[in-house]
């Protein structure tokens, strides 16, 4: 092959690993993955219609992989409790006639991330190609959500047990306030198991009424549930973190300090501990924000955070 062939293919090769936005392809074959009879399934497929950026790359032999590193706007997300992987699509190329498989992956927090794809017949992934979709017999494979007499519920013991006027969390959208429905023992003992310490009475308290709730605008603020709430060390204490400030610091537990000042701020070691109040004076004033907030449009949310 001449240099001027070798060249030209590095060319192509480089402009098809990362672009602005999905192929007509790689929408089809979306849309034919994703339950057409639930209304998730188009908050899902606005991720790839109108993303940020796209980055695909080869995987193996006969493998390719794109993946959706963030995404645009917040409300495009969806309540999903864990990482969720979509049946397989089987589809034939109507350039060459190869069958390939496609399957999708959907991050925890909602994130359509990945739509990889493998040739059946282990020869080299096409870097263009066409799938031929008549109807996809795929069932609905996306989880059932919390309904919205559950969703009330929650609410308004978490609205009760932090002093909150309902009124505030009843007025926010889905898209704006994620919240998890209570823990179940299972879920406290495995996270006591995975931190090697037993969990604050209040914290406990806390997720059983409410496992952790998200804000979303623009950075995601979150109030973490059994599954994200982790331990860190200052000055020789052990804290544990509930919300992340980012490049301000955490919001952290300590598990020895009374219920009045358990709830602290760390900026790190040279910083020290700054004490905020109880764990209920934290989930109230977090709550409290969405009074001042609206759902964001063309705010980034970083899929992988």
């Given at each position: 092959?001449?240099?001027?062939?070798?060249?030209?293919?590095?060319?192509?090769?480089?402009?098809?690993?990362?672009?602005?936005?999905?192929?007509?392809?790689?929408?089809?074959?979306?849309?034919?993955?994703?339950?057409?009879?639930?209304?998730?399934?188009?908050?899902?497929?606005?991720?790839?219609?109108?993303?940020?950026?796209?980055?695909?790359?080869?995987?193996?032999?006969?493998?390719?992989?794109?993946?959706?590193?963030?995404?645009?706007?917040?409300?495009?997300?969806?309540?999903?409790?864990?990482?969720?992987?979509?049946?397989?699509?089987?589809?034939?190329?109507?350039?060459?006639?190869?069958?390939?498989?496609?399957?999708?992956?959907?991050?925890?927090?909602?994130?359509?991330?990945?739509?990889?794809?493998?040739?059946?017949?282990?020869?080299?992934?096409?870097?263009?190609?066409?799938?031929?979709?008549?109807?996809?017999?795929?069932?609905?494979?996306?989880?059932?959500?919390?309904?919205?007499t559950t969703r009330l519920r929650v609410m308004e013991e978490l609205a009760t047990w932090c002093d909150i006027d309902i009124g505030i969390l009843r007025s926010s959208h889905e898209g704006l306030l994620r919240?998890?429905?209570?823990?179940?023992?299972?879920?406290?003992?495995?996270?006591?198991?995975r931190l090697g310490v037993g969990l604050p009475a209040a914290y406990r308290h806390f997720v059983e009424i409410c496992d952790g709730f998200e804000i979303l605008y623009g950075r995601p603020y979150v109030v973490?549930?059994?599954?994200?709430?982790?331990?860190?060390?200052?000055?020789?204490?052990?804290?544990?973190?509930?919300?992340?400030?980012?490049?301000?610091?955490?919001?952290?537990?300590?598990?020895?300090?009374?219920?009045?000042?358990?709830v602290v701020l760390l900026r790190g070691e040279a910083a020290g501990v700054e004490v905020i109040g109880s764990l209920r004076e934290h989930v109230r004033d977090s709550l409290g924000w969405l009074k001042d907030?609206?759902?964001?449009?063309?705010?980034?949310?970083?899929?992988?955070?």
């Amino acid at each position: 092959m001449s240099r001027r062939h070798v060249l030209r293919d590095w060319l192509h090769l480089r402009r098809w690993k990362r672009g602005t936005r999905c192929t007509g392809a790689e929408i089809r074959v979306l849309e034919a993955l994703l339950p057409g009879d639930d209304y998730r399934a188009r908050q899902l497929l606005m991720q790839a219609k109108d993303p940020p950026e796209v980055r695909r790359q080869l995987v193996g032999v006969d493998g390719y992989r794109l993946t959706i590193p963030h995404v645009k706007d917040g409300a495009y997300c969806i309540d999903l409790e864990r990482d969720l992987d979509s049946p397989l699509l089987h589809v034939r190329d109507s350039m060459t006639g190869r069958k390939l498989t496609f399957a999708a992956r959907i991050l925890r927090g909602g994130f359509l991330y990945e739509l990889a794809g493998t040739a059946e017949d282990g020869q080299a992934w096409p870097l263009a190609w066409h799938p031929m979709i008549t109807k996809s017999s795929i069932v609905n494979w996306l989880p059932q959500g919390m309904d919205a007499t559950t969703r009330l519920r929650v609410m308004e013991e978490l609205a009760t047990w932090c002093d909150i006027d309902i009124g505030i969390l009843r007025s926010s959208h889905e898209g704006l306030l994620r919240i998890s429905g209570p823990a179940s023992s299972n879920d406290i003992s495995m996270t006591e198991r995975r931190l090697g310490v037993g969990l604050p009475a209040a914290y406990r308290h806390f997720v059983e009424i409410c496992d952790g709730f998200e804000i979303l605008y623009g950075r995601p603020y979150v109030v973490c549930g059994t599954r994200d709430v982790y331990s860190t060390q200052v000055q020789g204490m052990r804290f544990l973190v509930i919300t992340e400030l980012y490049e301000n610091g955490v919001v952290a537990i300590d598990p020895a300090a009374g219920p009045g000042r358990a709830v602290v701020l760390l900026r790190g070691e040279a910083a020290g501990v700054e004490v905020i109040g109880s764990l209920r004076e934290h989930v109230r004033d977090s709550l409290g924000w969405l009074k001042d907030v609206a759902v964001p449009k063309g705010k980034g949310t970083d899929a992988t955070s």
